[in-house]
């Protein structure tokens, strides 16, 4: 799933830009991908809500 959300995030990207989509490096995309998800403080997964005892 991931490798497929990434990859049309791509096709996205060179389309916008007119771009081949073939020229642009998928480890690169798959690197600022780690980068920006990297920055979200979020907890994944989920973590259940803290109970009062």
Same mark, same amino acid.
């Given at each position: 799933?991931?490798?497929?959300?990434?990859?049309?995030?791509?096709?996205?990207?060179? !389309? &916008? &830009? !007119?771009?081949?989509?073939?020229?642009?490096? =998928?480890? !690169?995309?798959?690197?600022?991908?780690?980068?920006?998800?990297? !920055?979200?403080?979020?907890? =994944?997964?989920?973590?259940?809500?803290?109970?009062?005892?």
């Amino acid at each position: 799933c991931l490798y497929q959300a990434l990859a049309d995030l791509v096709t996205d990207a060179a !389309r &916008h &830009h !007119r771009v081949d989509p073939d020229r642009i490096s =998928f480890l !690169r995309a798959r690197n600022t991908a780690r980068r920006s998800v990297s !920055r979200i403080t979020a907890d =994944f997964p989920p973590s259940p809500p803290a109970t009062s005892p």
